[in-house]
């Protein structure tokens, strides 16, 4: 049963009894991208386990790979139990201490942090798209921050992408977080409602760390094999060290028909193959369905790239009118969400 819940999590159609040309591809194809995104960032401290009893399926042992040695060291000796366990976060008024597993420098400003969830064999079990609430007391005061985490369906452990802010006392906090300790988190927090094939096509249009709920949404969508959501993205960053998760994004385009990225940057060489620059009307017009198809825009970055884009959001984190870009191409207010 957990071999088969680690299958579907990873947008793999199998059963026992066999499997398919386009089943093995995509297997390699996600094998790969767990390996190859994480082999040649050293410094992932949890990657360096010691040698575990933890006993795994072989299934599991294939698939989750990356998950096995990022658990590992924390959960030491578990059986694979008959019912998996609940997921993680069900109550948004319930916080939770979780243990660090590692760090992923992916910028030099930005990092992954691994965080462990209270059993090895459960979920986050939030709905995309959501973030959590992480807490912390610095400095004699309670801080509180929200964070999307990057995936909702790993098992054991999840992910968030934090970006060190020098004036950021919680970015400072997380930064200064060692392997073992320990960050208090709540949720879920629901951002966006998104259910499966509800859009023939969705268009993401994102700054800096605001891909952190579009990658929540892009897995989301492509993990799930009965979904034939279409998916375009425009990134924007100031350089091509500045672009988190590119790695992946790279490899998912790859993997699947339905998924398209294009990389906009304003600082550049000569070998640069992408886009310059602010994201213009053109790369919308060439990259991003027209109104008249009726898709859904999603749009999250600073507040400078979302007002540029498509106008300032209201107060209190609503949506405000539409403007920008988005607007002077035709596009109606139902057909943009903003974060």
Request: hydrophobic fraction near 35%.
């Amino acid at each position: 049963d957990v071999y088969k819940r680690q299958v579907r999590s990873s947008g793999i159609n199998a059963e026992y009894g066999g499997g398919t040309f386009e089943m093995i591809t995509r297997l390699f194809s996600k094998v790969h991208r767990l390996y190859r995104s994480f082999e040649k960032k050293a410094n992932y401290g949890t990657l360096k386990t010691k040698t575990s009893n933890v006993v795994f399926p072989l299934g599991l042992s294939v698939l989750g790979l990356l998950s096995i040695n990022a658990v590992s060291k924390h959960f030491g000796k578990r059986k694979v139990s008959a019912e998996q366990n609940p997921p993680a976060f069900v109550e948004s008024n319930t916080w939770k201490n979780l243990e660090l597993l590692g760090k992923l420098v992916i910028s030099p400003d930005t990092s992954i942090y691994r965080f462990a969830l209270e059993n090895w064999d459960q979920t986050l079990g939030i709905p995309a798209v959501s973030s959590l609430m992480a807490k912390a007391i610095i400095d004699g005061r309670e801080v509180k921050r929200p964070y999307t985490p990057i995936g909702t369906s790993d098992l054991g452990y999840f992910d968030i992408v934090v970006k060190l802010y020098p004036n950021g006392p919680m970015s400072k906090h997380i930064h200064s977080l060692k392997e073992g300790d320990t960050l208090s988190f709540s949720g879920p927090i629901l951002k966006f409602v998104y259910q499966p094939n509800h859009y023939d096509k969705i268009a993401m249009l994102a700054g800096g760390t605001g891909i952190t709920p579009m990658f929540q949404l892009i897995r989301t969508i492509l993990e799930n094999p009965d979904d034939h959501t279409k998916i375009s993205l425009i990134f924007a960053n100031k350089s091509e060290m500045d672009i988190l998760l590119k790695e992946e994004l790279d490899s998912l385009q790859v993997e699947f028909t339905n998924f398209k990225v294009f990389y906009t940057i304003s600082k550049h060489t000569s070998k640069w193959k992408g886009g310059s620059g602010f994201i213009t009307k053109k790369m919308i017009m060439e990259r991003v369905p027209p109104p008249k198809e009726k898709p859904l825009i999603l749009v999250c970055g600073p507040d400078t790239f979302i007002n540029y884009v498509a106008g300032s959001k209201g107060l209190h984190g609503t949506q405000g009118t539409l403007g920008g870009l988005l607007k002077s191409l035709g596009y109606s207010r139902d057909q943009v969400f903003k974060f």
